[in-house]
């Protein structure tokens, strides 16, 4: 059996946005994609680590918040990209669902590898799905999306509950084309419960430049959060979901 | 046919009516409310009408730079002054502190000096005839008070280790059960006080005891005849109880209008009365008497009053306590029993008058939060909370088991049984200063001087954290007897001559007495500790070997990050001191309590205080009340909230433990419902570990800093400060850049 040790970049006790209710988000270390629009550069290499803990630190961290997390709150495991660690956060979600704490892995899906033990203990996948066409996926993220593909489908095999994500760049995919077609994908997606559009914003330069990274949209603004928002709304007319 | 029968008729029980029991005839009336706002009314015209001519009035005081007009031939007394009105037609509830709105009273029982000094700051000169005589044959509780302070107090006073003591004007912090009037009846009141003077005989054991509260129930039924006075002089009889709920609120305003009237004491608080009222306007609502929208009517105008309620301050108490406050603190809600909250209603239009009236800092809105609260109405507050930023929430859970379910909160934080227990507030002593005390051996670190014997100076080159503790531990009992002293001398005389007679005579005539001690610097002290024991701390030290600033070396935990190390330090150290404090006798047996609450104050606590050893600079401000230094909570708002909710309130810091709380809107969640749902989450959780106040913001700190440089485009910015809300443009700089230097928590 492996160590039981994660590799964490950083720890919100209070997070608000990534799954429901008020919750424990780890972000672990590591990831495989090199996405243009990334903020969190700092969490790209297993070693960038500022933390480690093991899965009882973590039931422990969240034995100390969960006055404040309720009956619908629980635990996110975010990055980096946690299927890095799929073997620290299977035993973490192991651990919590002994203890019915509700689990959800924030992921891009695209790691290559058997995730079906792990998805057993996860109540809800948080899935980003960077580009609908494979030649736009590779442009956006540096790798195909062949991982990606196997993910969902194993996810869907297990009836996963899922929230879907997509950052939204300006002159990349803001226009009505790819909110259709974004529509077209999700519509063979069963078990949907939300969709999201986040706005890209370019508050992480100075965190490229710290970390000595070219930064590959300086010439591209920030989202404006409004269009973002129109854009939402019309995806989820298409979809029909509130 | 059986007394009080029309007033009464309706109401059940019977006990409420043999004896003054305010609690037991709201146990057995009040109808719980557990639905949501939907019922609630927008302000009538002639709301309407009265609060535009008081807009009118604000901002007309706010452009005279605070004060708008001051009674200058007429003293304090609740019979002193002729009726005031806003606009007589449209008020439904009448009356004022003297014969025109915001119109300051002149108070000189509390000490001549501060009165004068603060006509004068304003622009106004006494009557001289009245100045001359006043002076010529009245002792003030001041004079008294300097009369008896030994020198060691002196000194602990001018070296700014006691600050803010109530010993040159009122007080305050005393609650009358105003409903009592209501109830009753002032003639019932004035029949069970007299009952009370039914003695023959002194009791030698207790002879000045004896003596003294013998003399004040007199004036107490004097003081009840002249609030009958008072209120007949605005067209009232209150002799016998409220006979609707126009009256229930008219009567028991009447008697915290006289009490507003007689003191200037720094916090004047109106009680817990939204329920109490319900039960009247239920009452009506059933008759067919009154509308929703005439009821809200009832509650905005009461609101409007409360937010008219001014005493004449020095400059000097402004730089103290920020933004010309006076606490009328309001208590809501809370539980009756495990099941059952007191949320009625009127505890929603209380909270609805912000909405109504704009926000506001006054009355001091107050949630007594419980987890078992109805989910509409913790939903309510909390929508309340983020759009005006004007509420305070303390802990029922954690009050009730020592207080019952009939307290108020006096001020900010302390709790007290309504009319059956009273305070002797006693400010605060300067914990950061009484560390730098035990490090240079009872010499003050800025003026040089030796305040305290017998502790030795410390002269390592780098701080040994047993050694300083030891000395620490030396230092904080003799500053607990001084400071008990200062307090013993305060209240003596304080009784003597300002005594609170309209007050105390809404309290039962054997009254449970407390002695409020309190703390500034408090989480400054702990991170000192933590750095010299966990850091390398080297004094650096003038030519008369005093340390004035300290090289630090190393990291160290701080307070307000969940991090034992260090919050074990400060509960430690603070149960230390409460325990040095309770081990002395108090004045009229009053029991020692002890609050982390600075209000504004530690802006001016940390200007006398010298440099500390956790790198807090010489004159840099202290956290306010029990928060983590600003900046150093960085672990995210639930650890900063799971540090503070540590402190023991029982038998610790019972009269308070006061938590500001900022926190960006979209750290809070996406949209207002979400909001609204994580803020009750965060309430609920740091109330279940058994904290007792916190104050909420929901704002940005680029909002602030725009409101500090435009002031005209905020006119009615609150913000919770500590224990009180303020209008953000009535603070000075000084305390506008240290709000804004504070920890916001926001999205990581």
Same mark, same amino acid.
């Given at each position: 059996?492996?160590?039981?040790?994660?590799?964490?970049?950083?720890?919100?006790?209070?997070?608000?946005?990534?799954?429901?209710?008020?919750?424990?988000?780890?972000?672990?270390?590591?990831?495989?994609?090199?996405?243009?629009?990334?903020?969190?550069?700092?969490?790209?290499?297993?070693?960038?680590?500022?933390?480690?803990?093991?899965?009882?630190?973590?039931?422990?961290?969240?034995?100390?918040?969960?006055?404040?997390?309720?009956?619908?709150?629980?635990?996110?495991?975010?990055?980096?990209?946690?299927?890095?660690?799929?073997?620290?956060?299977?035993?973490?979600?192991?651990?919590?669902?002994?203890?019915?704490?509700?689990?959800?892995?924030?992921?891009?899906?695209?790691?290559?590898?058997?995730?079906?033990?792990?998805?057993?203990?996860?109540?809800?996948?948080?899935?980003?799905?960077?580009?609908?066409?494979?030649?736009?996926?590779?442009?956006?993220?540096?790798?195909?999306?062949?991982?990606?593909?196997?993910?969902?489908?194993?996810?869907?095999?297990?009836?996963?509950?899922?929230?879907?994500?997509?950052?939204?760049?300006?002159?990349?995919?803001?226009?009505?084309?790819?909110?259709?077609?974004?529509?077209?994908?999700?519509?063979?997606?069963?078990?949907?419960?939300?969709?999201?559009?986040?706005?890209?914003?370019?508050?992480?330069?100075?965190?490229?430049?710290?970390?000595?990274?070219?930064?590959?949209?300086?010439?591209?603004?920030?989202?404006?959060?409004?269009?973002?928002?129109?854009?939402?709304?019309?995806?989820?007319?298409?979809?029909?979901?509130? | 046919?059986?007394?009080?029968?029309?007033?009464?008729?309706?109401?059940?029980?019977?006990?409420?009516?043999?004896?003054?029991?305010?609690?037991?005839?709201?146990?057995?009336?009040?109808?719980?409310?557990?639905?949501?706002?939907?019922?609630?009314?927008?302000?009538?015209?002639?709301?309407?009408?009265?609060?535009?001519?008081?807009?009118?009035?604000?901002?007309?005081?706010?452009?005279?730079?605070?004060?708008?007009?001051?009674?200058?031939?007429?003293?304090?007394?609740?019979?002193?002054?002729?009726?005031?009105?806003?606009?007589? +037609? /449209?008020?439904?509830?009448? @009356? %004022?502190?003297?014969?025109?709105?915001?119109? *300051? &009273?002149?108070?000189? $029982?509390?000490?001549?000096?501060?009165?004068?000094?603060?006509?004068?700051?304003?622009?106004?000169?006494?009557?001289?005839?009245?100045?001359?005589?006043?002076?010529?044959?009245?002792?003030?509780?001041?004079?008294?008070?300097?009369?008896?302070?030994?020198?060691?107090?002196?000194?602990?006073? +001018? /070296?700014?280790?006691?600050? @803010? %003591?109530?010993?040159?004007?009122?007080?305050? *912090? &005393?609650?009358?059960? $105003?409903?009592?009037?209501?109830?009753?009846?002032?003639?019932?009141?004035?029949?069970?006080?007299?009952?009370?003077?039914?003695?023959?005989?002194?009791?030698?054991?207790?002879?000045?005891?004896?003596?003294?509260?013998?003399?004040?129930?007199?004036?107490?039924?004097?003081?009840?005849?002249?609030?009958?006075?008072?209120?007949?002089?605005?067209?009232?009889?209150?002799?016998?109880?409220?006979?609707?709920?126009?009256?229930?609120?008219?009567?028991?305003?009447?008697?915290?209008?006289?009490?507003?009237?007689?003191?200037?004491?720094?916090?004047?608080?109106?009680?817990?009365?939204?329920?109490?009222?319900?039960?009247?306007?239920?009452?009506?609502?059933?008759?067919?008497?009154?509308?929703?929208?005439?009821?809200?009517?009832?509650?905005?105008?009461?609101?409007?009053?409360?937010?008219?309620?001014?005493?004449?301050?020095?400059?000097?108490?402004?730089?103290?306590?920020?933004?010309?406050?006076?606490?009328?603190?309001?208590?809501?809600?809370?539980?009756?029993?495990?099941?059952?909250?007191?949320?009625?209603?009127?505890?929603?239009?209380?909270?609805?008058?912000?909405?109504?009236?704009?926000?506001?800092?006054?009355?001091?809105?107050?949630?007594?939060?419980?987890?078992?609260?109805?989910?509409?109405?913790?939903?309510?507050?909390?929508?309340?909370?983020?759009?005006?930023?004007?509420?305070?929430?303390?802990?029922?859970?954690?009050?009730?088991?020592?207080?019952?379910?009939?307290?108020?909160?006096?001020?900010?934080?302390?709790?007290?049984?309504?009319?059956?227990?009273?305070?002797?507030?006693?400010?605060?002593?300067?914990?950061?200063?009484?560390?730098?005390?035990?490090?240079?051996?009872?010499?003050?670190?800025?003026?040089?001087?030796?305040?305290?014997?017998?502790?030795?100076?410390?002269?390592?080159?780098?701080?040994?954290?047993?050694?300083?503790?030891?000395?620490?531990?030396?230092?904080?009992?003799?500053?607990?007897?001084?400071?008990?002293?200062?307090?013993?001398?305060?209240?003596?005389?304080?009784?003597?001559?300002?005594?609170?007679?309209?007050?105390?005579?809404?309290?039962?005539?054997?009254?449970?007495?407390?002695?409020?001690?309190?703390?500034?610097?408090?989480?400054?002290?702990?991170?000192?500790?933590?750095?010299?024991?966990?850091?390398?701390?080297?004094?650096?030290?003038?030519?008369?070997?005093?340390?004035?600033?300290?090289?630090?070396?190393?990291?160290?935990?701080?307070?307000?990050?969940?991090?034992?190390?260090?919050?074990?330090?400060?509960?430690?150290?603070?149960?230390?001191?409460?325990?040095?404090?309770?081990?002395?006798?108090?004045?009229?047996?009053?029991?020692?309590?002890?609050?982390?609450?600075?209000?504004?104050?530690?802006?001016?606590?940390?200007?006398?205080?010298?440099?500390?050893?956790?790198?807090?600079?010489?004159?840099?401000?202290?956290?306010?009340?029990?928060?983590?230094?600003?900046?150093?909570?960085?672990?995210?708002?639930?650890?900063?909230?799971?540090?503070?909710?540590?402190?023991?309130?029982?038998?610790?810091?019972?009269?308070?433990?006061?938590?500001?709380?900022?926190?960006?809107?979209?750290?809070?969640?996406?949209?207002?419902?979400?909001?609204?749902?994580?803020?009750?989450?965060?309430?609920?959780?740091?109330?279940?570990?058994?904290?007792?106040?916190?104050?909420?913001?929901?704002?940005?700190?680029?909002?602030?800093?725009?409101?500090?440089?435009?002031?005209?485009?905020?006119?009615?910015?609150?913000?919770?400060?500590?224990?009180?809300?303020?209008?953000?443009?009535?603070?000075?700089?000084?305390?506008?850049?240290?709000?804004?230097?504070?920890?916001?928590?926001?999205?990581?």
């Amino acid at each position: 059996m492996k160590k039981d040790e994660g590799f964490v970049t950083d720890i919100e006790t209070m997070g608000l946005v990534d799954g429901p209710g008020m919750r424990l988000v780890l972000f672990l270390s590591g990831c495989p994609l090199r996405c243009v629009y990334c903020h969190n550069p700092e969490t790209w290499k297993l070693s960038d680590y500022t933390k480690t803990l093991s899965s009882q630190n973590v039931l422990e961290l969240y034995n100390k918040f969960k006055v404040y997390y309720g009956e619908s709150g629980g635990v996110t495991f975010s990055g980096g990209e946690p299927l890095v660690q799929a073997d620290f956060v299977l035993t973490c979600a192991k651990l919590l669902k002994q203890n019915n704490i509700h689990t959800a892995l924030d992921t891009s899906g695209s790691v290559s590898g058997d995730f079906s033990n792990l998805l057993d203990y996860i109540d809800l996948v948080i899935l980003d799905i960077k580009a609908v066409e494979d030649d736009e996926y590779k442009k956006i993220c540096g790798k195909t999306p062949e991982n990606f593909k196997k993910f969902l489908t194993v996810c869907q095999q297990k009836n996963k509950k899922l929230w879907l994500r997509q950052v939204i760049v300006p002159n990349i995919n803001d226009d009505d084309k790819h909110i259709k077609s974004l529509a077209n994908y999700i519509k063979n997606i069963k078990n949907v419960e939300k969709v999201e559009l986040l706005p890209y914003h370019s508050l992480a330069k100075s965190k490229y430049e710290k970390l000595n990274i070219p930064y590959r949209l300086n010439s591209t603004p920030d989202m404006d959060k409004q269009k973002c928002a129109q854009l939402e709304k019309k995806l989820k007319q298409l979809l029909n979901i509130s | 046919m059986e007394k009080n029968q029309n007033e009464w008729n309706g109401f059940v029980g019977e006990d409420w009516k043999n004896s003054i029991d305010v609690s037991g005839f709201i146990d057995q009336n009040y109808t719980e409310y557990t639905g949501d706002e939907g019922f609630l009314a927008p302000k009538s015209q002639k709301t309407t009408a009265v609060w535009d001519k008081c807009k009118k009035l604000l901002e007309k005081e706010n452009k005279k730079g605070g004060c708008l007009n001051v009674e200058t031939n007429i003293l304090s007394g609740i019979t002193a002054f002729k009726p005031g009105y806003i606009d007589k +037609k /449209n008020e439904v509830i009448v @009356g %004022l502190q003297t014969d025109a709105p915001l119109k *300051r &009273i002149v108070n000189m $029982y509390g000490g001549t000096k501060i009165a004068l000094k603060a006509l004068e700051a304003h622009g106004y000169k006494l009557n001289p005839e009245v100045q001359k005589h006043f002076i010529a044959y009245r002792k003030t509780h001041n004079d008294g008070v300097f009369d008896a302070y030994t020198p060691i107090i002196r000194r602990a006073r +001018k /070296n700014g280790l006691l600050t @803010g %003591l109530p010993d040159g004007y009122g007080r305050g *912090r &005393i609650i009358g059960d $105003y409903r009592r009037i209501a109830l009753y009846g002032i003639d019932r009141l004035i029949e069970e006080k007299q009952k009370d003077q039914q003695q023959n005989f002194l009791d030698e054991d207790n002879l000045e005891e004896n003596i003294r509260l013998r003399e004040e129930v007199s004036e107490q039924i004097r003081a009840l005849n002249q609030i009958k006075e008072m209120a007949k002089s605005y067209g009232y009889d209150i002799s016998r109880p409220a006979k609707n709920a126009q009256e229930a609120i008219q009567w028991s305003y009447f008697g915290y209008l006289a009490g507003a009237k007689e003191n200037n004491g720094a916090a004047t608080s109106m009680g817990r009365d939204a329920t109490f009222f319900d039960i009247y306007i239920e009452r009506d609502l059933k008759n067919g008497t009154l509308t929703e929208i005439e009821a809200q009517e009832l509650v905005d105008q009461f609101v409007i009053k409360l937010r008219l309620i001014r005493h004449l301050r020095t400059p000097e108490y402004d730089e103290l306590f920020a933004g010309d406050p006076t606490w009328v603190t309001e208590s809501l809600a809370g539980m009756f029993d495990d099941k059952h909250s007191f949320v009625t209603k009127s505890s929603f239009r209380f909270l609805h008058t912000l909405e109504n009236l704009d926000p506001s800092a006054e009355p001091n809105l107050t949630v007594l939060w419980s987890k078992n609260l109805p989910m509409a109405f913790k939903k309510y507050a909390s929508k309340i909370s983020i759009r005006t930023d004007s509420i305070q929430y303390e802990g029922d859970d954690t009050m009730r088991p020592l207080y019952g379910h009939d307290y108020a909160i006096s001020c900010c934080v302390s709790s007290m049984k309504e009319g059956k227990q009273m305070q002797f507030f006693g400010a605060r002593c300067n914990l950061a200063k009484s560390l730098l005390y035990a490090i240079n051996g009872g010499y003050d670190e800025i003026s040089g001087m030796k305040v305290i014997d017998g502790v030795e100076k410390i002269d390592d080159e780098v701080l040994d954290y047993q050694k300083v503790r030891k000395n620490y531990s030396k230092i904080l009992k003799t500053i607990a007897k001084i400071y008990v002293d200062a307090n013993n001398i305060i209240h003596y005389m304080h009784d003597k001559y300002a005594y609170e007679a309209s007050q105390m005579a809404l309290h039962d005539t054997h009254v449970e007495r407390l002695m409020a001690f309190g703390v500034a610097g408090f989480s400054c002290a702990a991170d000192s500790l933590s750095a010299i024991k966990y850091a390398k701390v080297t004094p650096i030290r003038n030519k008369d070997n005093i340390a004035t600033d300290f090289k630090i070396e190393g990291e160290f935990p701080k307070f307000g990050n969940d991090d034992s190390r260090v919050d074990d330090i400060a509960v430690e150290l603070i149960q230390e001191f409460y325990d040095c404090l309770k081990q002395h006798k108090l004045y009229r047996n009053a029991k020692a309590t002890l609050s982390l609450l600075t209000i504004t104050s530690n802006v001016m606590y940390g200007l006398k205080t010298g440099s500390t050893p956790d790198g807090r600079k010489a004159g840099q401000a202290f956290a306010p009340g029990a928060n983590p230094m600003h900046g150093r909570d960085c672990s995210g708002a639930l650890c900063s909230l799971n540090s503070v909710a540590k402190i023991p309130f029982a038998n610790c810091c019972q009269d308070g433990v006061s938590n500001t709380f900022s926190i960006v809107p979209s750290a809070l969640g996406h949209d207002e419902k979400e909001q609204i749902s994580n803020l009750v989450n965060i309430i609920d959780g740091y109330f279940i570990q058994g904290a007792q106040h916190i104050n909420v913001n929901v704002l940005n700190r680029e909002l602030l800093i725009d409101a500090m440089n435009n002031p005209y485009k905020y006119p009615n910015l609150t913000i919770r400060v500590s224990g009180y809300a303020v209008n953000f443009n009535k603070l000075d700089r000084a305390h506008q850049e240290e709000v804004i230097a504070r920890t916001f928590h926001e999205k990581r």
